[in-house]
């Protein structure tokens, strides 16, 4: 068994071998372990209380326990081969098989699921949900040779070097002939009943029997979580919301803005629109703005430029702001590559729907251009 630690505050609980027989437990504390208690399970409300860690010892005659050399193998693996071991008869359904490790020992113990359900639905009925079920037989230490025998709360224990078992008359009357006998009593028991509550040796809490273990998706608040994530989101809307309105405020005001400012030079202005279509007229009156003649054929002969083959044959302008010209070039390429430009530059650009050639065989197209 594993070397004393500190104790912590529990119980350590015995079940009885029968039914109508009293339950014996014992308080566990920093002191070490308390005097020996007993209740009437059937006729008395559980005497303990708020307890802390709490182990139980189950029947020896229920729970049997093989004790052998651990195989020359990891841990880990001789256990696993020692479950699929006792597994072999298809029993799983109705026995439950338990194993554990314990100073260079294999500890190996069959018991009945039945037996199991029962004795969980006795201690949760008492408030226990117990961290270690051990077999009581594992309070005896393992003797060398010989027996060790114990009389805990009245239920008889036996040990040997390879089992640990119920303490019947006659199978002790067997097993003692010419083998040393040996007892464990007062203190050594109290040490031993220490050092099993800090270490158990095999707990039969394993595999489908193990204690729950918490979920962080179930002991997360998630409801608050949720109203948290929900207050938050909200939160971020309102600011976005905020922000909104403060910006259309602000733009609000930046448009009344240019509207009186465009209204001192054109109070028939009504609005933006009114006011940029008055002021289109006037720059196209002056030949100024973007529908004057100026910037219209400026962008065409500077592409032009750029474009040799392509030559003018006549250009005119529209009260409208509307250039019109007509192009010609040995190659229709280069036409289109004129097109390309004034429409990449941001121009509204019209042509025919097809170009075709004249009678000396260049290719000609009317094309207008208008600023957007």
């Not at 799983?92 to 039945?114: F, I, K, S």
């Not at 998630?222 to 259309?248: C, D, E, H, S, T």
Request: glycine share 8%; charged share 15%.
């Amino acid at each position: 068994m594993a070397a004393a630690a500190p104790l912590a505050d529990g119980l350590i609980v015995l079940l009885p071998a029968q039914a109508d027989a009293p339950w014996h437990w014992w308080r566990v504390g920093q002191g070490g372990i308390g005097r020996e208690m007993a209740f009437d399970a059937a006729a008395e409300a559980a005497p303990w209380g708020d307890h802390g860690a709490v182990t139980v010892l189950v029947p020896a005659a229920d729970a049997p326990v093989i004790d052998k050399p651990l195989p020359d193998m990891p841990v880990a693996q001789a256990l696993a081969a020692e479950r699929l071991g006792l597994a072999q008869g298809g029993l799983e359904a109705v026995q439950h098989l338990a194993v554990g490790a314990d100073e260079g020992r294999l500890l190996a113990c069959r018991v009945g699921t039945a037996t199991m359900d029962c004795w969980l639905a006795l201690l949760a009925e008492r408030g226990i949900d117990p961290q270690a079920i051990v077999p009581a037989a594992l309070l005896l230490p393992r003797p060398e040779r010989g027996l060790m025998l114990a009389d805990l709360a009245g239920q008889l224990l036996a040990r040997t070097a390879e089992a640990g078992f119920a303490a019947e008359p006659g199978l002790i009357a067997v097993l003692a002939e010419g083998q040393e006998q040996s007892a464990l009593t007062g203190d050594e028991l109290l040490g031993r009943l220490a050092a099993l509550h800090t270490a158990p040796p095999l707990n039969l809490r394993q595999g489908q029997y193990a204690p729950r273990r918490v979920s962080v998706f179930r002991s997360a608040n998630w409801i608050g979580l949720a109203r948290m994530a929900a207050i938050a989101a909200l939160l971020a809307l309102a600011l976005m919301l905020v922000w909104v309105v403060k910006w259309n405020m602000d733009s609000n005001a930046e448009e009344a803005r240019a509207l009186t400012l465009a209204q001192a030079r054109f109070p028939a202005a009504t609005d933006l629109d009114a006011a940029e279509r008055l002021l289109n007229v006037e720059l196209a009156q002056r030949g100024e703005g973007g529908a004057s003649f100026a910037a219209p054929a400026a962008a065409l002969l500077d592409i032009l430029r750029g474009v040799p083959g392509v030559t003018l044959r006549d250009m005119g302008y529209g009260a409208d702001g509307t250039l019109r010209f007509t192009a010609a070039a040995p190659r229709a390429d280069d036409v289109n590559a004129v097109l390309i430009a004034l429409q990449n530059q941001g121009w509204k650009v019209t042509v025919p729907p097809s170009l075709a050639p004249d009678p000396t065989g260049a290719t000609v197209a009317a094309i207008t251009v208008r600023a957007p």
